[in-house]
């Protein structure tokens, strides 16, 4: 591995690390770069299994911090998983992603920030019909769960499109920009 392939991995590494952990920050519902974070590693690890391993492990570690610290008034006693229906979309996404992003384009970019937040709104929501007890678990109450979903939605979508735009733009700008030669590599590449 090159010395700026190193680097770039270091930087997925890293934007999808912090990614995934801005749930911490107390972020507006829904407005997170989690879904654009899931699309980048799948489109730039090279070993696919971290596009995967490292968002889900990454998601437990903030669940356990979250949901037995932060959130623990709202629980009886210790949970170890949060919302299996989030682990569930991300599995999905990260599918999706290393199908639709084998090439990054602008489409492929457009179109995969799209449909992953269409998948975790349908996945998240079809979960929570089937888990909260205030939907009934039949048609009216999926359509219910959807209807609920509706206004996160809308932030999902934005928030995944608008990070998608500035992680893909700086990652292919940084992989198309010239490597950086001293005037003495240039000078002895001339003769």
Partial sequence: MNKRNNIFFWVVLAVVSVGMLTRLFGLPSNVSPMLAVILF???????????????????FLVDLYLNNVVYAQYFDGFQIIGSTGVYIAIIAIVGLAIFMLRKVSIASVFISSLAAAVVFFLVTNFHSM??????????????????????????????????????????????????????AEVLDANI
Avoid at 41 to 59: D, E, M, N, Q, V
Avoid at 150 to 170: D, G, K, Q
């Fill in 41 to 59: 590693g799948a489109a730039y690890f090279s070993r696919k299994s971290w596009s995967i391993a490292l968002p889900i492990a990454l998601y």
């Fill in 130 to 183: 089937l888990t909260m007890p205030e939907y009934t678990k039949d048609l009216s109450g999926l359509m219910n769960s959807y209807t609920a979903g509706i206004p996160f939605f809308r932030a999902t979508l934005v928030s995944t499109l608008i990070y998608s735009t500035v992680l893909f733009t700086s990652a292919e700008l940084f992989l198309k920009r010239p490597s950086l030669q001293s005037k």
